[in-house]
């Protein structure tokens, strides 16, 4: 999909000294900037589909937004598998199973209260998606020598632009992590090196939750702003985030 080139003619294009070739500073309209934000306050990680088919066109176009998203050191860690055989997603499924019944072991006092939840749509949606990190990763230093996990970082990065398109094109996904990852890289042949991170749920939904689902269900509730941004020092209240709530 190709758009066309943008124009601002109250900016213009100049050399910058040690920069790479740059294009015009073209800010959004009102109705871009809209849309963006419309799409991250309503994107919510879906567990209830309503079966269908997601268009070739749509898919094409969601997996080269997946892969257009930021990487450390332009890695580009991430890998795609799209599962169309039926017997390996009732495969997939059964491991998924297996570890949910395992997590609400894990849970102690909550087991029941998790056991009610949906926490994925494998058999329902209309296309799975397995996300891994590629085999040969440590060959990647830039940027990672003293964090390692940026490989993950830049993978959730191209989830998450997946996940905003998907939204936009009115298209629900789930991000699946309950599984036991040996079992499932052996069951799509991924090879030594290769670490799966999620499975993806996506396709038409009969609508968006409202809220988080897990808010929804009591389950969690999402923390204020003001809990999360600091200034300068760990725990040292930011004064933008109280400005902006007087």
Known sequence: M???????TSFATQAVEGAPDLVANS???????????????ERRDMRHFAGGAVAPEVL????????HAPSVGFMQPWRFIRITRPV???QLHEVV???RLLTADALGV?????MRLKVQGVLDAAELLVVALADGREAHIFG???????????AACAIQNLWLAARAEGLGMGWVSIFDPAALAALVGMPAGAE???????????????????????????????????DDVWGVASSVVASAQS
């Open 60 to 67: 094409q176009r969601l997996l080269r937004a997946a892969h």
């Open 144 to 154: 990672r020598r003293t964090l390692p996990r940026m490989d993950l970082a830049s």
């Open 97 to 99: 199973e297996a570890e």
């Open 2 to 8: 190709t758009h066309p080139p943008r124009v601002n």
């Open 27 to 41: 800010a959004f309209s009102q109705a871009e900037r809209d849309a963006v934000y419309r799409a991250i306050f």
């Open 88 to 90: 390996l997603r009732q």
């Open 196 to 230: 799966p991170i999620a499975l993806l749920c996506l396709g038409p939904v009969h609508g968006f939750y409202e809220e988080p689902m897990l808010q929804q269900e009591r389950w969690a509730q999402r923390a204020p702003l003001g809990d999360v941004v600091f």
């Open 110 to 114: 909550r087991r029941e209260e998790f």
